[in-house]
């Protein structure tokens, strides 16, 4: 009884909700996104980019009318629930834990990259780890201040990225974006996908800080769709300039290609380099605190439903934060990093957010479909061709990514069934329908 009378705190505004948005998504223009170019070449990897943008357009748009008509912390979990029951309901909430887990030891382990590179007596896992503890610990001071240092990192992150931007646009040449464009054809495309919505993944995660909006229904809609704007124009200028200055051979298995671009015209010992690797530093903090932010919440909800351990829906009494979730999710990130390296990590958590975009979407087309009357402060624009086409977009980026990287596919599908079966063998379907009927 006395964890039900402590609620996670309303305490956020549009401008806290776009700063998430933003810093929850743009460590991706710092690293990741190179990893398309190993396998798509610059014009396969942009061609792979101009259609997950155009995914993410479609998708954020009807993705909103969910957000504001049921603001839960559970976000994709919540409206599958509400959709399809139990079951849509765990592989929501499986996929979604999959995504913001695999990417945040992704983040720490460029952290610690970044790190490496301007100090490199530093060991690259010493300090990914103790990223995960420092800013785990910054989490559990409260939502309110979390979300304004998110907002300060982002504000940073951006002004790095709009000055890297004015540095190295001096130096663009088309013949070297040009150079080997398309290695391995449009196969290539298919295959650079998952590096392509890493330059936007886990911007959803807005959802998992519904509970904690003041005035959520108009201050939702306006955070998710500028931040999309601007995480849109910031991707494309990063690449294509990136692409300018240096032959992508020589930056396609990096975990910090911006300070490298830099040092490759400029020389690394130049003090505009190591100004570019620290500055570097704010993409990535606003992004893995943005997203250290957003799994809490999703394990909180899922404990709240009886999905997970009902210890992680503890919510400390003074900050009013998961402290629980908080912590088993550092944990769990940790193992992560320690067995796998970045590119594994990046195609996992892809995988994992392509499946909550195809069950989000058929979320909001069943329940136009059996609750018409439902409350939705905000409709999809050009009903029912946007979620049409992201769902479309999403399941050719899901195939493609099982068909090129199958081994991660069957690692992410293998854990679904596992737990699926555990989830039906134990009875849990039986329990939440058995509390749902009760609160009803």
């Known amino acids: 009884m006395e964890n039900e009378q ?25 690293f990741g996104w190179n990893y398309g170019w190993g396998v798509a070449g610059t014009i396969g990897l942009l061609i792979a980019t101009l259609v997950i943008t155009l995914l993410y357009f479609t998708f954020i748009f009807s993705f909103t009318e969910l957000t504001t008509a049921i603001p839960n912390a559970g976000g994709p979990f919540a409206y599958a629930l509400k959709a399809f029951g139990p079951l849509g309901a765990l592989v929501a909430g499986y996929a979604t834990l999959i995504e913001f887990l695999f990417a945040t030891p992704a983040i720490a382990l460029a952290l610690g990259s970044y790190v490496h590179f301007l100090y490199p007596t530093v060991p690259v896992l010493m300090a990914s780890i103790i990223s995960f503890i420092l800013f785990t610990v910054i989490n559990l001071l409260g939502i309110k201040e979390a979300a304004w240092f998110s907002l300060i990192m982002t504000l940073l992150a951006i002004g790095e990225l709009v000055l890297f931007i004015g540095v190295v646009a001096p130096h663009f040449k088309l013949e070297t974006f040009m150079h080997n464009p398309m290695p391995f054809g449009w196969g ?23 509970e904690e909006v003041k005035d959520e229904k108009k201050a939702i809609a306006k955070g998710y769709i500028s931040a999309l704007l601007t995480l849109t124009v910031l991707a494309l200028a990063v690449m294509i300039s990136v692409g300018g200055i240096a032959h992508w051979e020589n930056l396609d298995n990096l975990d910090y290609p911006l300070p490298e671009s830099i040092a490759l015209v400029l020389g690394r010992e130049n003090a505009l380099t190591k100004l570019f690797a620290s500055v570097g530093l704010f993409g990535l903090i606003a992004s893995f605190h943005g997203i250290i932010i957003t799994y809490s919440r999703q394990m909180y909800a899922l404990a709240r439903a009886g999905y997970l351990p009902k210890g992680l829906s503890k919510v400390s009494k003074k900050q009013q934060v998961p402290y629980l979730a908080l912590i088993a999710g550092a944990i769990l990130g940790i193992i992560a990093l320690l067995l796998l390296d970045t590119m594994k990590l990046v195609i996992i958590s892809t995988i994992g957010a392509v499946v909550v975009y195809v069950i989000s979407m058929l979320s909001l087309f069943k329940l136009r479909s059996s609750q018409p009357d439902m409350e939705r402060p905000f409709k999809a624009p050009f009903y029912p061709y946007f979620p049409a086409i992201a769902l479309l977009l999403a399941l050719v980026a899901l195939i493609a990514m099982m068909y090129f990287y199958p081994w991660l596919g069957l690692i992410f599908f293998s854990g679904l069934a596992i737990i699926s079966a555990i989830f039906f063998a134990t009875g849990m379907h039986r329990k939440i329908i058995e509390s749902a009927v009760t609160a009803d």
């Open 188 to 210: 290539g495309v298919f295959a650079a996908m998952p590096f392509a919505i890493w330059l936007y993944v886990c911007l959803e995660g807005v959802a998992m800080v519904a």
């Open 6 to 30: 402590v609620t996670l705190k309303k305490a956020l505004k549009p401008i806290h909700l776009w700063a998430i948005g933003v810093g929850l998504v743009i460590s991706g223009e710092y």
